[in-house]
């Protein structure tokens, strides 16, 4: 055997030798990342978890606010005919099974289901947790009493970016002229205006620690 055919035979070994070990690497590698996704934020637990608190009249009744709002029928306008409409239109033959759609109108969209407690209803609407961050590890009463703690355990507080990821111009129902700003010029979103459509505080002068809440 001559020397290049020797070279040649040590080359093709080295490379599946490569090969072997770069299919292990990126065996482990994806194992990795799944594990890593699976543990990726914390766990939403639903609207229902939320209103054990924020249904009550001494603290707001929050649950009551969002109960009345078009975030808690955003779902539900998707079986509409204007939103079938607007669908067939955009190439959707489902708004409340397709992506674009639903990415905006339900919560947790995305998510795993390892994430995601049995009881969620991913039907529900733009719920609480899709403004305040998955609930799951601020959601107790003596997490939430403490604004700092809570916003370390996942707590969001909402910002003119975050609503801005879904009311925007791909929406089908944009309106350009939707608000009026203080220098009369228009605008189709004004975070300033549109929390208040929304306001839900918490009463002056509550007392959390005076109170029975669940925790």
């Known amino acids: 055997m001559d020397s290049k055919s020797i070279f040649d035979r040590r080359l093709i070994h080295a490379f599946l030798g490569l090969s072997a070990l770069g299919a292990v690497l990126l065996a482990l590698a994806l194992l990795l990342a799944k594990s890593a996704f699976a543990d990726e ?3 939403f637990v639903g609207y229902q978890k939320c209103k054990t608190c924020h249904q009550k009249e001494a603290i707001g009744n929050q649950f009551g606010v969002w ?13 509409t005919e204007k939103a079938k409409k607007w669908g067939a239109e955009a190439g959707v033959d489902n708004p409340q099974t ?4 639903i990415k905006c109108h339900s919560t947790a ?3 795993p289901n390892e994430r995601v407690s049995n009881k969620f ?4 609407g733009v719920q609480c947790e899709s403004c305040h961050g998955a609930g799951k590890d601020y959601r107790k009463k003596k997490i939430m009493m403490d604004r ?3 916003i370390a355990k996942g707590l969001i507080i909402p910002t003119a970016e975050l609503c801005t990821g879904c009311h925007n111009d791909e929406s089908p ?6 608000y009026t700003l203080a220098d009369g010029s228009t605008s189709g979103f004004d975070f300033e205006q549109a929390v208040k459509k929304i306001a839900h505080p918490i009463p002056e002068g509550y007392d959390p620690a005076a ?4 925790d």
Do not use: I, N, Q
């Open 41 to 43: 934020g914390h766990d």
């Open 67 to 79: 109960l009345e709002s078009r975030h808690a029928k955003a779902y539900e306008t998707l079986g």
């Open 98 to 101: 397709d992506d674009r759609c």
């Open 109 to 111: 969209h995305g998510v």
């Open 121 to 124: 209803d991913r039907t529900a």
């Open 148 to 150: 700092e703690k809570a």
């Open 173 to 178: 129902a944009w309106d350009e002229k939707a």
């Open 211 to 214: 109170t029975g809440e669940a």
